[in-house]
């Protein structure tokens, strides 16, 4: 008998922090490059209904580095339902006379949730939860993001979607999605020969009993191979 539940969770990321602007639309941009991410998840192998997350980001340069473009599709899977969401992203970006970079994005975009009920077992087929069910949600999104970034450092704030999304299935109200903040920051050490080395963490919050918190540690080894760590409680 659960007396409390949690849920309505953005998609779990490990590799945010190859292109994070699947995270925050302020990263859009930033290093002044085409930069096109592919990403996939699959959580729990073997088990019917285990999430599986599909990302593709695209972002790019213009107007002589002084504004960031992208786009972001995602293709998220779990039990019943099959979330996609677009966005279009813009950043723009001032620069010190230290050369580190200010950036301030925003994007915009559609969420589609779609729920395929056909796919339950029900004990009752006339459940009066399923009675005037939405198999087909589609909402608009907006999220804004700040980063700034140094030759040895950043740090980034971001709420990628910023509306909770609410649904009425004839009389009854229920919280599909809850806004999410993001706080990522890192440091690179660079004198150590040939290597790069580079701690960082990434807090996702919503609440105090809802959050998560990633410390990472990675290696640049001669600039050609990557190896790191991930630790989330």
Request: proline share 3%; glycine share 6%; aromatic share 16%.
């Amino acid at each position: 008998c659960p007396l409390e539940l949690h849920a309505q969770l953005d998609p779990l990321y490990n590799q945010y922090f190859f292109n994070q602007a699947m995270i925050n639309p302020a990263y859009t941009g930033v290093n002044d490059i085409f930069n096109a991410t592919a990403i996939s998840r699959t959580q729990w192998l073997g088990i019917d209904g285990a999430p599986t997350t599909n990302t593709l980001n695209v972002t790019s340069s213009a107007f002589k580095n002084k504004v960031g473009l992208g786009a972001l599709l995602i293709y998220d899977t779990y039990g019943i339902n099959n979330n996609t969401e677009f966005n279009l992203a813009y950043s723009y970006k001032i620069f010190t006379s230290r050369g580190d970079v200010f950036s301030m994005g925003l994007q915009a975009g559609i969420v589609n949730y779609n729920y395929n009920y056909n796919r339950l077992t029900l004990q009752y087929v006339d459940d009066i939860a399923f009675s005037n069910p939405q198999p087909n949600i589609t909402k608009e999104n907006f999220g804004v993001g700040f980063w700034y970034m140094s030759k040895d450092y950043y740090i980034g704030l971001s709420v990628p979607r910023m509306f909770d999304i609410k649904i009425n299935d004839g009389g009854t109200e229920s919280v599909r999605y809850r806004r999410h903040y993001y706080l990522s920051a890192g440091y690179v050490f660079d004198q150590l020969f040939a290597i790069k080395f580079k701690p960082s963490i990434m807090l996702m919050y919503i609440d105090k009993d809802n959050y998560a918190l990633d410390l990472n540690t990675s290696f640049l080894l001669n600039e050609i191979i990557w190896l790191g760590a991930s630790l989330r409680n």
